[in-house]
């Protein structure tokens, strides 16, 4: 379990509550609930009522949507240190636009949209810097449609594989190899592509040495050569 102080060491990282010291947080500390949820399992489902936010402290956790016709979009794969579902709690009776899966052993803590708009209230600093991660949410959703737009399938790869990698620590900068627990499935949800497609470009960049594929992960070898392609 997740000490009390390495849960708040762990909040004060996050892009909403970055730059905090841990000790203002500790006032949301006592509103925050463990929970625990099996590898497979739904956190949440779209359509379920949005009044928790959640901080993964272990685990993966695939933010996605089915459409009609049965494909899956995928928004994010998350790790920890990371926060979701903090756009519904903002607003009152919101109900979620997504689905949130654990893909490994996962535990959240969880916090209450009450609990939440309290300190946000409180603490006006904080509320601007929420101003600054929603328009930072908006920024990467124009991004992500250009990508779609102006990108082919291969490049899109690419990016995704390097961006996936950064959020692991690296390679950003260095060569340091990056194992990316990712199956083609999410992968495919995540460019916006046919699994197919996605299955191809994969392969095509293992036969270049550029990556290693394994069941259900790839690792990425040659991050410049494969940022080359992504351009």
């Not at 995928?74 to 903002?90: M, Q, W």
């Not at 399938?153 to 060569?175: D, N, S």
Request: proline fraction near 4%.
């Amino acid at each position: 379990m997740t000490a009390p102080a390495e849960v708040l060491a762990l909040l004060s990282t996050t892009p909403l509550f970055g730059g905090i010291a841990p000790a203002e947080l500790e006032p949301l500390l006592a509103d925050f609930r463990l929970r625990r949820f099996a590898a497979e399992s739904y956190i949440f489902r779209e359509g379920d009522p949005g009044d928790h936010m959640h901080l993964v402290t272990r685990g993966e956790v695939k933010i996605s949507r089915t459409t009609e016709a049965g494909s899956e979009v995928v928004f994010a794969v998350l790790g920890a240190g990371d926060v979701f579902g903090e756009i519904a709690v903002l607003q009152e009776n919101a109900t979620r636009s997504a689905d949130a899966q654990a893909l490994a052993e996962t535990e959240c803590y969880v916090l209450h949209r009450q609990a939440l708009v309290a300190f946000l209230v409180a603490h006006p600093a904080v509320m601007w810097r929420l101003v600054t991660v929603l328009s930072d949410y908006i920024r990467r959703k124009d991004e992500a449609y250009s990508d779609l737009a102006f990108n082919d399938i291969p490049g899109r790869v690419a990016r995704k594989l390097l961006e996936l990698a950064a959020a692991r620590g690296g390679p950003a900068e260095g060569e340091a190899n990056v194992t990316v627990p990712l199956s083609q499935r999410t992968l495919a949800g995540l460019v916006g592509a046919s699994r197919e497609n996605v299955n191809r470009a994969l392969s095509r960049f293992a036969s270049l040495g550029l990556i290693k594929l394994e069941r259900g992960r790839v690792t990425v070898l040659r991050p410049e050569e494969l940022r080359r392609r992504g351009l």
